[in-house]
């Protein structure tokens, strides 16, 4: 106390506030709190504060001393406080109306921002921004032709979103109106909300927008991060298009042949690396095969004639072409280290092809040894290799072992060119015949070679053949006359008579008779103790190659219309057709097991050496050898080839096959490559894997339906199958179904993509309406979709972080986001209102 009993007033202490009083509202919409001498009113559903009450008679807060009581009254529109000595009653303003604004047209849906500077209308006139402040026009965001149904702003006031009936949300900056982001949902959109980025931890990026609709469903997106781009504006009936797995580069097959490479910026704008004209036609799939050991990429594109090109960056020259030989190819895919491509067929063909990069495919075995070759053995039991030819123009034959590489053996003795060589047995003697009109049979030890027993032939020799103990030779003479000597009584000797046009091959069948194969379009068995035909029989074209397998009852024959087939050598009966080649055949030969056929081709483009499985008949390999003056061409034990030039050099060209994988007859619509499996699925519904090491099948499935389209996640965790019907189920790598599917989409699926994750998938539903949708594989709700295409669209592609999608129809290649997070029920009836709520917008509160 002071004198005359006055007491002095200190200020309550800076930063003492304790809460001694709190009152609600009766509508709970407001709750007051008093903190100290301060009174502040918050929200409670979000704890915004709304406001703070303050006397004006004050330096500050509403009373001089601690506010200790609230009450609410009966209405809500007044609130008393009590504090030492005093109490004070506060009023809800009546009318807060600052101004009006002059909209022009009905207004549907209204917004403040966050930081309350900004006001946005939305209705039949557009969407507009206003100054809270004075009511001031901001800019028109969009014109009428945009029926809003609801507006909101972000949590941080720098942009503002619009929802329409057709499902589009559009989104444009605050700062200056520029319209940066556009998503359609798939039902129309009546609520929409903004709720903060760390409303979904998992997800990173900013706000996200939920809406409600008429589907009764509520859908979360992504605050788009840029509008959708038509990167090719080129019309186009069939493009076919694919994405790196690693991101930035995406290519494009246009339906003329060309292919063209483009890098992708971040925002989703092509531009050219590369283009080229793919030379087999227009590419009816394609991938991109990215190789991580050498950093190097390239495009497979497959092609109706059953051959993958592959054309690497910046290269406008195929560095390699795989098959060739079999039905056009319907779907090529790629390991992740690019070392293995994959290409399925409209047969049911599924084939895993060598993939890497490797300078060349070729290497030398021997050089040069002779200056023209004109005749050649060679035994792949032991790998010798036998060339006649000329050495300082003497004629001479080298036999030396590639496999070994032992010290060659160089017999001499004929007195003209050689034209036909065959071993004996187990290649211990070799039969050598030619112009000079002399059979010889050479023998030899260790280094060193000679001549063992030699026949008159009586004309010139063009094939020469022995039986497997070497007691008998054959031997066919320019006047179309083969002749048979057994080797210990040559005076013995018969003559076969009765072709009237060149003999391309002689040799003895299983039952040791000879036989004789003529451009006369005939195969002939002889009697070799008279000489006289035991039996005919004709291929169904003149035969231009022939070659006798290992237990000489079938013979393989090339004939004059390109096709390869195996017959019966008794009867001539058909075993397999070895399917056509591209050009004309000139030689073949079979591998050591007789397991599979080699014939060398010579077409417009360079000469070409085809494999073929002689059991099942089907192509196996094709390998270009371009314009080499290839003599002969023979299968090695390791799957390769070895080839004999002019000058009698060898070299080994690698086979591209690794494996084949067996499966139904029905063409192929997708395929998979994981680090340990190869995922197939075929037209008839079948979706399969096989282990890629050794072609095994480790799992099946069915699709319940014929299967029209198939996509596969990068990490190869999720697989998506497509059919008619308009169905699309998902599964995991053990293909286990995942979730209930997707069905009832308004045609057959069109195609598919995966993200890398396998959290989305994009779906093209063939028919008149070219609308794309993204759906959760989980739950198989629709997120997201895309009408922008007006004409069908042909193939999807992922962006590396599943961000966005490139879509090829027929009237451009459009980029577009995917914005689509989740879609989850609850209400009994359309939602009517969203608004965001809790502690950092991180909640939503709906109606309906």
């Not at 063992?452 to 070497?470: C, F, K, L, S």
């Not at 002889?526 to 022939?546: C, E, K, L, M």
């Not at 371009?626 to 690698?654: I, Q, T």
Request: glycine share 14%.
């Amino acid at each position: 106390p002071g004198a005359g009993g006055s007491r002095s007033w200190r200020p309550i202490a800076s930063g003492f506030a304790p809460a001694l009083a709190v009152a609600l509202a009766p509508d709970g919409q407001l709750v007051a709190i008093a903190r100290g001498n301060r009174l502040l009113l918050h929200h409670p559903a979000s704890g915004r504060l709304v406001a703070e009450l303050a006397d004006p008679s004050l330096a500050a807060g509403a009373h001089r001393d601690l506010v200790e009581s609230l009450s609410f009254n009966r209405d809500g529109d007044m609130l008393a406080s009590g504090a030492y000595r005093e109490a004070k009653i506060w009023r809800r303003p009546r009318d807060v109306r600052a101004f009006e604004m002059q909209v022009g047209s009905p207004v549907v849906a209204l917004a403040t921002s966050g930081d309350g500077g900004l006001v946005a209308t939305g209705g039949e006139g557009g969407v507009r921004l206003w100054q809270a402040a004075d009511g001031a026009a901001g800019p028109v965001l969009h014109e009428a032709d945009f029926p809003v149904t609801d507006v909101a702003f972000g949590v941080t006031s720098d942009h503002v979103s619009a929802a329409t009936a057709e499902g589009v949300i559009r989104t444009w900056r605050t700062r200056d109106g520029e319209f940066t982001g556009e998503i359609e949902s798939p039902q129309p959109v009546t609520a929409l909300a903004v709720v903060g980025p760390g409303a979904l931890p998992r997800l990173a990026g900013g706000d996200l927008l939920v809406v409600g609709g008429t589907d009764r469903m509520l859908r979360v997106f992504h605050t788009p991060p840029s509008l959708p781009k038509k990167v090719i504006d080129e019309a186009d009936a069939d493009r076919r298009l694919a994405s790196a797995r690693g991101g930035g580069l995406v290519a494009v097959a246009a339906a003329t042949g060309g292919v063209t490479l483009y890098e992708s910026g971040d925002d989703g704008r092509l531009t050219p690396v590369s283009t080229w004209q793919a030379d087999r036609g227009r590419a009816t799939s394609l991938c991109v095969v990215e190789q991580t050991k050498s950093k190097a990429t390239a495009v497979a594109t497959g092609h109706a004639d059953g051959s993958i090109g592959l054309w690497f960056n910046g290269e406008k020259e195929i560095r390699r072409r795989l098959g060739g030989g079999g039905a056009a190819i319907r779907a090529v895919a790629a390991s992740a280290d690019g070392t293995v491509v994959v290409s399925g067929d409209e047969k049911g063909d599924v084939v895993a092809w060598r993939g890497g990069v490797e300078p060349t495919d070729v290497t030398a075995v021997t050089g040069p040894v002779v200056e023209d070759v004109t005749a050649t053995a060679f035994h792949a039991g032991r790998g010798l290799l036998a060339v006649a030819g000329s050495a300082s123009g003497e004629a001479v034959i080298v036999v030396r072992d590639v496999v070994k590489k032992g010290p060659a053996i160089t017999l001499r003795g004929h007195a003209a060119p050689v034209r036909s060589l065959a071993f004996v047995g187990d290649a211990d003697r070799l039969v050598s015949g030619g112009d000079d009109r002399i059979v010889r049979i050479w023998e030899w030890s260790g280094r060193t070679g000679k001549q063992g027993a030699e026949v008159d032939g009586q004309a010139a020799i063009v094939a020469v053949a022995a039986t497997p103990d070497g007691a008998r030779v054959a031997a066919a003479g320019a006047d179309h006359v083969v002749r048979v000597w057994p080797v210990a009584d040559i005076a013995a000797g018969k003559e076969c008579r009765g072709h009237t046009a060149a003999i391309l091959a002689v040799g003895f069948n299983a039952a040791g008779q000879p036989f004789s194969a003529s451009a006369d379009g005939t195969v002939r068995t002889w009697n070799p103790a008279d000489g006289n035909q035991a039996a005919t029989w004709s291929p169904p074209a003149a035969p231009v190659a022939v070659v006798q397998s290992p237990d000489r009852q079938v013979l393989v024959v090339a004939t004059v219309d390109g096709a390869v087939r195996s017959h019966r050598l008794d009867s001539g009966q058909v075993v397999k057709p070895l399917g056509e080649a591209a050009g004309r055949p000139t030689a073949a030969a079979l591998s050591a097991d007789g397991a599979r056929a080699v014939t060398f081709e010579a077409t417009p483009a360079g000469a070409v050496a085809r494999t073929y499985d002689v059991a099942s008949g089907r192509f196996l390999d094709a390998v270009e050898l371009g314009a080499v003056e290839c003599v002969s061409v023979m299968p090695d034990a390791a799957g390769g080839l070895l080839l004999v030039a002019k000058n009698g050099g060898v070299s080994r060209h690698r086979g591209h096959l690794l494996r084949r994988f067996d499966g139904p007859a029905a063409p192929v619509v997708g395929l998979s490559v994981t680090p340990q499996a190869v995922v197939v699925a075929t037209a008839d519904g079948t979706l399969r894997s096989h282990r890629l090491d050794n072609g095994q099948q480790i799992g099946a499935t069915s699709h319940g339906a014929p299967i029209t389209a198939f996509a596969a996640a990068a990490k190869g965790t999720v697989f998506a199958t497509g059919g008619k019907g308009g169905g699309v189920r998902f599964w995991k790598a053990d293909l286990g179904a995942i979730g209930p599917g997707v069905s009832g989409l308004p045609g057959d699926i069109q195609s598919l993509a995966l993200t890398a994750d396998g959290q989305r998938a994009v779906v093209a539903v063939a028919g008149p309406s070219p609308a794309i949708t993204v759906h959760d594989p989980a739950t198989g709700m629709a997120l997201q979709r895309f009408s922008r295409h007006t004409a069908a669209v042909a193939d999807l592609a992922v962006t590396a972080d599943g961000a966005a999608v490139w879509s090829a129809g027929a009237d451009a290649v459009w980029h577009w986001p995917v914005a689509g997070v989740s879609a989850f029920g609850g209400h009994g009836n359309t939602v009517t209102a969203i608004a965001a709520t809790g502690p950092d917008a991180k909640e939503v509160v709906t109606g309906c």
